[in-house]
């Protein structure tokens, strides 16, 4: 499988015109949707399915989490990440009981402590305190030549620390689970991989040294800047926040003026742990809104464009939408229509990478933002396209209704659209855990009580909301 951060660093992408309008639309408040009864029951049966993804798959011995399922897979310690938090929502929602996740947290948490760390190239599972991308996932060590990678050991300590906010409770594993969660993170040394200042690297390779871009633009990393900044250790200075945001493109997409990211699931992985409803940088205190709304408007910008539909590919509609990084049914050229395999598809001025494949996690994943379009949009995924979408574990990957050319893909040729088989960890977890933001802010109360994202959060110059109390 590609990674996701080879995928936008370094494939082609295919372009097509954006038929967009410059004039800003207003979508409708973030207060006024009320979900229904039987969005509640949707709700309740997607994120139980969900759950199980991470539950049933994880290696229980030392807690990874498989890349995806039922393939064959590496462990993604970014899944991981997601599966920590995960077990925190099986707890409150009554999957499992409460010493049922503390004891799968702790022996993840004594493996990540314990796993070997060196710059050797093999035998280790990381360096300086972060971790390789993928991880076998018997020996928890490297995955082939993969990267060490900054932004998904940042996902990684997202599950890490929800974790130790989570439990509180007086006795030898939830002690053992805080203090390990700790030294996990304060072992991080955000300063070394820091190759061009004040910005971190993406990543690292023994056998070729720090990775060429930094962490700039706009994307995922507001997650791991925070952190960084909040390390109670190796932190970065104050510096790189105003540099970040610095590097952002401000424009107006399909009717939407926001800061934009092609894909979606830019706009939601740090919001799956970072309440960012009300409290503000100086960035968004000079444009007037905060990032929920900012992520809202890509949401509702993303459906646009794929409602305008200027390719004319199978199904697009107000219901069935959603571009972000995905697999998808084969590189390969048919019909004059270039397809992809997996890609980070998306819609923004930056760029739009579409070739038909729809994810239900780009709609998933921003359901605390605008549930009035994206539940919706689920529930009409799961009506349309029964089974061969939604199985044991919820949502599989992505589907290309258009797609239906001989193809060297696992299911073969097909005459009604390419339906991926896997379903996807770094899929799950958003779906999942921002239906519980949805539903309850569980997530987002929990960490902000965290003292080490209020710490980053207020060194990057938020204020505001939640964190004057």
Not at 407 to 428: C, E, H, K, S
Request: proline share 5%.
């Amino acid at each position: 499988m590609k990674q996701r951060l080879a995928i936008m660093l370094l494939c082609a992408s295919l372009t097509i015109g954006h038929g967009q309008t410059r004039k800003q639309v207003v979508t409708p408040s973030r207060t006024t949707f009320t979900l229904s009864a039987s969005d509640q029951t949707f709700l309740d049966s997607l994120q139980r399915d969900t759950f199980r993804y991470f539950w049933e798959t994880t290696n229980p011995v030392n807690g990874l989490v498989p890349d995806r399922a039922p393939s064959n897979s590496f462990a993604s310690i970014a899944a991981v990440g997601f599966g920590l938090t995960s077990y925190l929502v099986g707890v409150e929602r009554g999957y499992v009981t409460r010493a049922q996740a503390a004891e799968r947290t702790l022996n993840t948490l004594r493996f990540f402590a314990n796993a070997p760390q060196s710059d050797k190239a093999t035998g280790v599972a990381g360096y300086k305190g972060f971790f390789y991308h993928f991880l076998d996932m018997k020996t928890g060590e490297r995955f082939k030549t993969v990267e060490l990678s900054t932004i998904d050991t940042a996902l990684l300590l997202g599950g890490i620390l929800s974790a130790q906010s989570y439990f509180d409770q007086n006795n030898a594993t939830e002690t053992e689970i805080r203090q390990l969660a700790d030294q996990i993170y304060g072992r991080v040394d955000w300063t070394w991989i820091q190759a061009r200042r004040p910005f971190v690297s993406m990543g690292w390779h023994p056998e070729s040294g720090f990775i060429k871009s930094n962490w700039t633009g706009y994307n995922e990393a507001m997650l791991l800047y925070v952190l960084a900044l909040g390390s109670p250790t190796h932190a970065v200075g104050t510096d790189v926040w105003p540099a970040w945001t610095k590097s952002y493109p401000w424009d107006t997409f399909y009717g939407q003026t926001h800061v934009n990211f092609d894909p979606l699931f830019g706009h939601q992985y740090s919001h799956v742990w970072i309440d960012f409803r009300g409290i503000k940088d100086e960035y968004m205190r000079g444009k007037g809104i905060d990032y929920v709304e900012n992520s809202r408007r890509a949401t509702y910008a993303n459906r646009a464009y794929c409602m305008a539909n200027p390719a004319k590919w199978q199904d697009y509609g107000p219901m069935i939408w959603g571009l972000t990084a995905c697999d998808g049914p084969s590189d390969t050229l048919a019909s004059g229509r270039q397809f992809f395999s997996y890609r980070a598809r998306g819609a923004a001025s930056t760029q739009i990478v579409d070739d038909g494949t729809i994810a239900p996690t780009a709609a998933g994943g921003s359901m605390a933002f605008a549930p009035e379009i994206c539940v919706p949009a689920l529930r009409a995924m799961k009506t349309k396209y029964g089974s061969k979408l939604y199985g044991e574990y919820g949502f599989r990957d992505a589907f290309n209704p258009t797609y239906r050319y001989p193809a060297r893909v696992a299911n073969g040729p097909t005459t009604t659209g390419w339906f991926d088989v896997d379903y996807l960890g770094i899929d799950q977890g958003p779906i999942l855990l921002m239906a519980e933001n949805l539903r309850s802010g569980f997530v987002w109360k929990l960490m902000q009580k965290n003292p080490h994202i209020r710490r980053g959060l207020t060194k990057a110059g938020f204020t505001g909301g939640w964190l004057t109390q």
